[in-house]
């Protein structure tokens, strides 16, 4: 019943590794075509690597699904080129009201900070952002995606990886080094291998209505606990592009699913909620329980690699499901690109593991947090939660307790084996400390630079970087630095030098947000993430800690 | 960091303990239960420490009486 969006449809195209003997070898295949896989194949042929995609269907996402996409997420996607589309056709939210009752009892401002080129986050459905990267995909000679191509197989035979395909035009199989298992929560190939991923299943069932409405709500996130027109539950409000609304009720533990998807039943509780005079349309229903599960270990013998939903899920209050599958898949490519160019020893993948692990677990125990305040397990936790409702009204000091969802932040990987630790004589604050992503601000390119945009991230990402403020060059460090592959040097200067991509820090903001003094240099990891820092470059220091962030020192 | 005091620590045990029962005299247990509530978020805002408020938790769930 989706009005304002005709999903396209992509032909089965024959392939000639159907009848190739023996079968076609692939450096690496990704198994399924949502957002996940479609990244991936992107960020890989960016980095040279070319890929086949496999997606069992023949189009993106049927209805909206995920629909809250973070800064983070947009700042990964403009590394592909699709950030832009994702902002001009998604809508901009800052503001989120509670109600408790009929009351509203606390707002929240995700006041964005001046001086950075993306939004906090905005919201669109999610067969845009697979639309947006499978014609981004067509960019790239090197992705070859292939629709109706239902991966049937995934077995390790030494060194390779066979892949299995069923298609409307028979089976055949194929080879690669490496496989990415990109097909979702419930993962077939996953199952398939004897692989779990385990965690909590939660007992609640929610219903999705998006619906169409000519009224006039503001674009803000509005979130009930136990409303008037829905006694006992929980009701999320949120604005979709193409005047759509998405509406996400709790429903309860024995809430009868067949029942739930018949829009006469649903009509009287949206009526309700809106009132008797406004009208509206169904644009989609969708019935649903979720699960915060992770899989033990990302990695499966090697060379068959988890990434997305299939590795790991949660609840979608924080809006860290698709946002955390995106930063689990940028953190696996820039890895696995130079594990396969043979820049870093195949250790390096470990680290995905590692760094994704803890991505996953920050996400599934905010999102459980979320979900039990939104859905107590028993009276007395019940009492607290309304409690705390009340006490929000008048009293500033309750309103942290209130939890309808912690929005998702990237991760720091502080603590990971590819950081280098700052020097104590090195005084820098915490901020940005080595393992945070890095912070945006507006920049003026002097000379050519990585990408035209007037913003410090393009100019990061997909390689290492030294960014060094230009008023104390060590200029013998960085003559050797300028040879090592892989690496290039961005200085932050008021005038072009030689030699050097230069970039004018034109509102003073580079300066304050990386604590800039003269000669401070950051190494940022082609994720845009920080690997180390230092007030003064020396040659030695940072190419030490470039092949720890490489995974060579501690193999 | 300090750590959780429980060495005797009112300014007057008699007077509290007094005034505790008068919140709860009305004795609708829902309304008491409901003030109870409050008391603790309010309190342990007040704290605010998270040790000291898990080791709190941790004492009062050790339960010694022979009825539970």
């Known amino acids: 019943m989706v009005s304002t969006y005709v999903n396209p449809v992509y032909a089965f195209q024959h392939s000639a590794d159907q009848i190739a003997n023996p079968p076609a070898h692939h450096r690496v295949i990704i198994v399924g075509g949502g957002p996940t896989g479609l990244y991936c194949a992107l960020d890989l042929a960016k980095q040279g690597i070319p890929t086949v995609v496999l997606d069992e269907d023949t189009t993106v996402s049927y209805g909206s699904r995920a629909l809250c996409f973070s800064k983070r997420t947009l700042e990964i996607l403009d590394r592909v080129g699709c950030g832009q589309s994702m902002v001009n056709k998604g809508v901009t939210w800052q503001l989120g009201k509670v109600f408790f009752h009929e009351r509203q009892v606390y707002e929240f401002n995700l006041l964005p900070e001046p001086g950075h080129q993306r939004p906090a986050f905005i919201n669109i459905q999610q067969y845009y952002p697979e639309e947006f990267l499978v014609n981004r995909i067509q960019d790239f000679p090197e992705i070859d995606l292939r629709w109706h191509s239902k991966v049937t197989q995934v077995k390790k035979i030494g060194d390779l990886v066979e892949v299995s395909v069923n298609t409307p035009e028979g089976d055949y199989r194929m080879t690669c080094d490496y496989v990415l298992v990109a097909d979702g929560a419930n993962s077939p190939i996953r199952e398939s291998l004897g692989l779990h991923s385990t965690g909590q299943i939660f007992n609640d069932t929610f219903l999705i209505a998006d619906i169409l409405m000519k009224a006039d709500f503001p674009t803000e996130r509005w979130f009930w606990f136990d409303p008037p027109f829905h006694p006992g539950q929980s009701v999320l409000l949120h604005k979709q592009p193409d005047g759509c609304w998405r509406i996400d009720f709790q429903l309860g533990p024995n809430a009868d699913r067949q029942v739930w998807r018949d829009p006469d039943k649903v009509r009287p509780l949206v009526q309700a909620m809106l009132g008797d005079d406004i009208e509206f349309e169904f644009e989609w229903l969708s019935v649903y329980s979720f699960r915060c599960r992770r899989m033990d270990y990302f990695i499966h013998e090697d060379r068959i690699l988890f990434v997305g939903d299939s590795a790991h899920q949660v609840s979608p209050f924080g809006a860290r499901g698709a946002n955390g599958a995106l930063q689990s898949a940028e953190n696996l490519i820039w890895k696995l690109s130079r594990v396969l160019k043979q820049q870093a020893p195949a250790a390096l993948l470990k680290t995905y593991d590692q760094e994704r692990s803890q991505g996953a677990d920050e996400n599934i125990l905010n999102s459980t947090r979320a979900t039990d305040f939104i859905t107590p397990k028993n009276r007395v936790t019940r009492l607290f939660r309304d409690t705390v409702l009340e006490l929000a009204e008048q009293q500033p000091f309750a309103r942290p307790l209130v939890n309808s969802g912690r929005l998702s932040v990237p991760c720091t990987y502080e603590k990971s084996v590819l950081s280098t630790p700052d020097l104590v004589a090195d005084q820098f604050p915490k901020m940005l400390c080595p393992g945070s992503s890095c912070k945006d601000a507006p920049v003026q390119a002097l000379n050519a630079a990585h990408n035209a945009e007037p913003w410090l991230l393009q100019q990061l990402g997909d390689r290492f970087v030294l960014l060094i403020d230009g008023r104390a060059l060590a200029t013998e460090a960085l003559a050797a630095l300028k040879q090592v592959q892989d690496l290039e040097i961005v200085v932050i200067a008021d005038q072009i030098q030689a030699n050097y991509t230069t970039l004018k820090d034109s509102a003073g903001l580079v300066t304050e947000r990386y604590d800039l003094q003269p000669g401070t240099a950051y190494l940022i990891r082609p994720d845009q993430h920080v690997a180390a820092r230092w007030r003064q470059v020396q040659a030695d220091k940072v190419l030490a800690a470039l092949q720890r962030a490489l995974g060579k020192e501690w193999v | ?68």
């Open chain 2, 1 to 68: 960091m300090s750590s959780l005091n429980l060495q005797a620590n009112f300014s007057d045990a008699d007077a509290f303990f007094a005034a505790l029962a008068d919140l709860h005299r009305e004795g609708d247990e829902r309304k008491s239960e409901r003030i109870n509530a409050r008391l603790i978020l309010i309190l342990a805002n007040h704290i605010g420490e998270q040790a000291i408020l898990l080791e709190a938790m941790r004492i009062a769930a050790q339960v010694t009486t022979t009825d539970e």
